[in-house]
Nanobody, 124 residues
Framework: QVQLVESGGGLVQAGGSLRLSCAASGRSFSAYAMGWFRQAPGKEREFVAGHGGNGARIYYADSVKGRFTIFRDNTKNTVYLQMNSLKPEDTAVYYC?????????????????WGQGTQVTVSS
């Protein structure tokens, strides 16, 4: 069974930075796509960033391009989300997820394992 544990959320002022981490258990971490999603109150869960497995591509939502960076350390079974120039509209619970294959997808249904989420709050 795969377990994902996020950390790094918190309260930050607009323009600030946070780095989220997601540590994964289980085998073959490098072979699977990993993604970050977020969900704000009253809104649907939305794709933020994804990093393919086995050296596959990286994708970002338009709303975070140029501000967020996803990267992974396969030796530590960990994926990160570096968030810079944060805005109040980035406030949400952030979830990491492991894909069903090595290919990055944006539909939450294409991710089979999820972390518990970490709260990010950006004050204006």
């Amino acid at each position: 069974q795969v377990q994902l544990v996020e950390s790094g959320g918190g309260l930050v002022q607009a323009g600030g930075s946070l780095r989220l981490s997601c540590a994964a258990s289980g085998r073959s971490f490098s072979a699977y796509a990993m993604g970050w999603f977020r969900q704000a109150p009253g809104k649907e869960r939305e794709f933020v960033a994804g990093h393919g497995g086995n050296g596959a591509r990286i994708y970002y939502a338009d709303s975070v391009k140029g501000r967020f960076t996803i990267f992974r350390d396969n030796t530590k079974n960990t994926v990160y989300l570096q968030m810079n120039s944060l805005k109040p509209e980035d406030t949400a619970v952030y979830y990491c997820a492991r894909g069903r294959t090595s290919v990055v997808a944006v539909d939450p249904a294409d991710f089979g394992f999820w972390g518990q989420g970490t709260q990010v709050t950006v004050s204006s």
